[in-house]
Structures are given as C-alpha cells and as structure tokens.
C-alpha cells in the first residue's frame, strides 16, 4: 500500500490523537475522525473529535466549555458553538493538564473570557509544556484550591477538587441544577486508563478518589466521561464509577499478590487480564500491560 503525503500526515495525526504519549500504537489509523456534538439536556451536551471529551452549556445567556483538545478541533467546536449561541465563551474549565485536554486553549483564548483550572492543573501545564516551542500552550487565566463555583446563565458551575488521582490536578466540573458533571479523565468507561504517575497520579488513591466521588453525588446525575470505548459510553452514571473504581482496586490487589508470589514485574505483566476484569477492552497497543507495570512500581515505591 503506497501512502500519498496527505495520507501520512492524516494518519500522523490519528496516531497522536488520544494522548501525547511517543510509543502508543492506536489502533484503526484511517479510521475517518470527523466532529459530532451531542445533546444531554438543558442545552447541555459534549463534543467529540479527537482528545478528550469537550463539555459544553450554550444559551443565548451563557457559554460555558470544559476542555479543548486541540487547536484544529477546537476550531470546529467554536464553529458549531456559533450555531448555538453568539456569545463569546464565558468560562472554560480544563480539568487537567494533559494536551489532548488543554492543547486547545490555544486557539480558544482568543474567544474566552476566562480559563479556570484546579492550581495543581496549571501547575503540572507549565511543568510539561511550558517553554516548549513546540508544544505552545495558553494558560489558567484564575484557578481554585478546593471549589470553584459561579453562575453562568440559569445554570450554577461548581469545579470540585477531590484529591489525586489519573493526575495531581483533576476536578470535576458539575452544572448544579441540570445535574450534569464532566469527570475529565477520572474515568475510561469500559477501557484501560492511563495511569500518570510523573503528572501525580496514583492508582490507590485514585480509588479514594472515587469512592469520594460517589458519596458526593446523587443517583440521578449524570456524568461525562473523558474517554471510553466507544463514543455511546461517552456519558453514564455512578454505576460506571463504581466500574472504574474496582477495576482500579482489582488492579493494585492482583500486582500485589504475584509480587507476594514472589512473581518478576516482567512476569506480572505478561497476564492476559486483570481478574474480575477479563472483558476489559485496550483503546491502544500495550494499555493493559502498561497498567500492570505501573501498579508495580507504585507498590514497590511504597
């Protein structure tokens, strides 16, 4: 198969599309990438492209987005946004610092009144990009330690900080009154996550995190995820918490016992599956090994 120019740089692009992370292989490279934006409800809803999910509120009084992927996808939120509402945005919140997360900010400064993000976010940012040419980079205009909240139309927006977790910087974005709130990469529904142990993430405390999360909030929220299988999955409830929690739990117990068993971290992470978890699907190359190796080294550390 011969690959024309355009061909490579399209399928460049795919290969970085969910993470910038050298050395992951996704699967379906020319798989089609195309922008979709999906109502929840109450002029609530997310968009999808390539990066993390992006959450979005637009009325005619208020807009408000959560992350921003990156620039040439946020060039196609603000284009559709424009068909929702004329205003500029109002807030955009990153919920942590990863690129496929806030590369967008960028381009989105320039129609944004204002970027928040937990302290440790903006902190962890200019840690890995910044001063970086090639990886330029538009900061948290005002950040929060524990709760940030703020009116924004007929909705109230609440950022929480719950500890530690994929990162040191991850909050959860709630719309109060339709019961709405973006997770961030806090949870893969239904796939391996990636674990970030430079960016402050812990997998033990991670599932602290979340079971602090589900005691938060209600049995009628619903909840937009930063990643999944498949796009359907995309949102879900504190059932899919749960899920993320005790895969994570399972994992840390599963590595901990082979080492007891006198296993080498090469052996441990040969394993097929994590128990209890068999039908967990890889969203590229090399997820499930690579989150056997890093429960390893999180428990060898400790």
Known sequence: MKLTRKDFL??????????????????????????????????????????????????????????????????????????????????????????????????????????????????????????????PQAYPTATFTNTWGEDAGDEKVVARYFGPAHTG????????????????DLVFNKTFPFIDP?????????????????????SDTTFIFGHSIADEFLTGTKKDLTAMKNYLSALIDFVSKEIKNGKTKEEIAAASAIPGFEDLKERWQGARKMNIERAYDELSKS
């Open 10 to 135: 399209k399928s460049s692009a795919l290969l970085t599309g969910g993470l910038i992370l050298p050395g992951f292989k996704f699967y379906n490279p020319f798989q089609e990438q195309t922008y979709k934006f999906t109502t929840i409800r109450n002029n609530i809803g997310i968009f999808t492209e390539r990066g993390g999910t992006i959450g979005w509120y637009a009325t005619n009084d208020a807009l408000v987005v959560i992350d921003s992927q990156y620039p040439e996808t946020a060039k196609n939120l603000v284009d559709g946004l424009k068909q929702k509402t004329p205003r500029k945005i109002d807030l955009l919140f990153n919920t942590h610092h990863h690129g496929d997360h806030t590369s967008g900010n960028l381009f989105l400064k320039d129609y944004t009144n204002k970027i928040v993000a937990h302290e440790n976010c903006k902190a962890l940012q200019e840690k890995n990009y910044g001063g970086n040419p090639e990886k």
């Open 169 to 184: 910087g991850d909050s959860v974005v709630h719309f109060e009154k339709s019961n709405i709130a973006h997770m961030g």
């Open 198 to 218: 430079n960016g402050g993430g812990s997998i033990q405390q991670w599932a602290f995190t979340l079971e602090k999360i589900i005691k938060h909030f209600d």
